[in-house]
């Protein structure tokens, strides 16, 4: 569990970021869930866009990714998700929080 400074410290790293991946139609499926996982393995931070197709609620997609990846939900703004996950070795960490 992360807390308000470490979450305040990560959001500001996360305004830098573009979007990695965009949820549409589809919603979240299996597939999806496991690229975000991938993707986690070599970053550390991850933005996601929920697209105006989209027929779900950005809070609720990012509840459940949140769950589903064991991921830390640091913020949501309007249509814009932003997950951390530390990295399970030290080594390889590239944010330290503060």
């Known amino acids: 569990m ?9 959001r500001s790293l996360a305004m830098n ?4 991946f965009n ?15 991938e ?10 866009s929920v697209l105006k197709n989209c027929d779900d609620d950005a809070r609720s997609i990012a509840e459940v990714l949140s769950e589903r990846t064991h991921s830390e939900l640091v913020q949501i703004i309007g249509k814009k998700i932003v997950l951390y996950k530390a990295a399970k070795d030290m080594k390889d960490r590239k944010i ?3």
């Open 2 to 10: 992360i807390n308000s400074k470490q979450r305040a410290y990560l």
């Open 17 to 20: 970021l573009t979007p990695a």
């Open 23 to 37: 949820i549409g139609k589809q919603s979240l499926t299996p597939e999806f869930t496991d690229a975000i996982i």
């Open 39 to 48: 993707y986690f393995d070599s970053h550390e931070l991850i933005k996601i």
């Open 96 to 98: 330290i929080l503060p």
